[in-house]
T-cell receptor, first 114, second 114 residues
């Protein structure tokens, strides 16, 4: 059973470009969570999604950031017009409906903004 | 809002010795979960151990055990017979019984010395 998959593992963007980060949850998991880890800090919650629904986006910056989890395909975290402060590791986690307190993490995507 | 505090940014321990990592949290809720995650140099987030707040018995997972003091809002991790592979950043995390997202502490970098 494959774990949570994230791609790309490393992404380099220039200021003003768009970044798209993908997350495929574990098989049988219908809940996805995105977290951001700034250098030398712990992970901070961004958004929680179920298929086709955003359940909680209280941790998302108000501008430039969006997330989706379509009926088919991976969850996408999209960052428009990236700035240097967006440089961070972005982690995706997934869980089953019945066991939300068991979140399994992907390997993360390290975004570097030049 | 819940907060998680890890007051030890760095710790070291000799191989085969025992070490305890501290974590305190603040919440007004009575139903919640507490976790310790390990992040080795690969940056993969690995669940080490989990504690349900309603359980009085401290969780144990092989060489890893916790000391959960609910009244004091303390949740320390004890690692026995430390191994070189235990070298990693350790994060304490809180999850409310009514919400899905994890709230992480700032982490403790543990180095196991040969």
């Amino acid at each position: 059973n494959a774990g949570v998959m994230q791609n790309p593992r490393h992404l380099v963007r220039r200021r003003g470009q768009e970044a798209r980060l993908r997350c495929s949850p574990m098989k049988g998991h219908s809940h996805v969570y995105w977290y951001r880890q700034l250098p030398e800090e712990g992970l901070k919650f961004m958004v929680y999604l179920q298929k086709e629904n955003i359940i909680d986006e209280s941790g998302m910056p108000k501008e430039r950031f969006s997330a989706e989890f379509p009926k088919e395909g991976p969850s996408i975290l999209r960052i428009q017009q990236v700035v240097r402060g967006d440089s961070a590791a972005y982690f995706c986690a997934s869980s089953r409906e019945s066991s939300y307190n068991e979140q399994f993490f992907g390997p993360g995507t390290r975004l570097t903004v030049l | 809002a819940q907060t998680v505090t890890q007051s030890q940014p760095e710790m070291s321990v000799q191989e085969a010795e025992t070490v305890t990592l501290s974590c305190t949290y603040d919440t007004s809720e009575s139903n919640y979960y507490l976790f310790w995650y390990k992040q080795p140099p690969s940056r993969q987030m690995i669940l080490v151990i989990r504690q349900e707040a309603y359980k009085q018995q401290n969780a144990t997972e092989n060489r890893f055990s916790v000391n959960f003091q609910k009244a004091a809002k303390s949740f320390s991790l004890k690692i026995s017979d430390s191994q070189l592979g235990d070298t990693a950043m350790y994060f304490c995390a809180f999850q409310s019984g009514s919400a899905r997202q994890l709230t992480f502490g700032s982490g403790t970098q543990l180095t196991v010395l040969p």
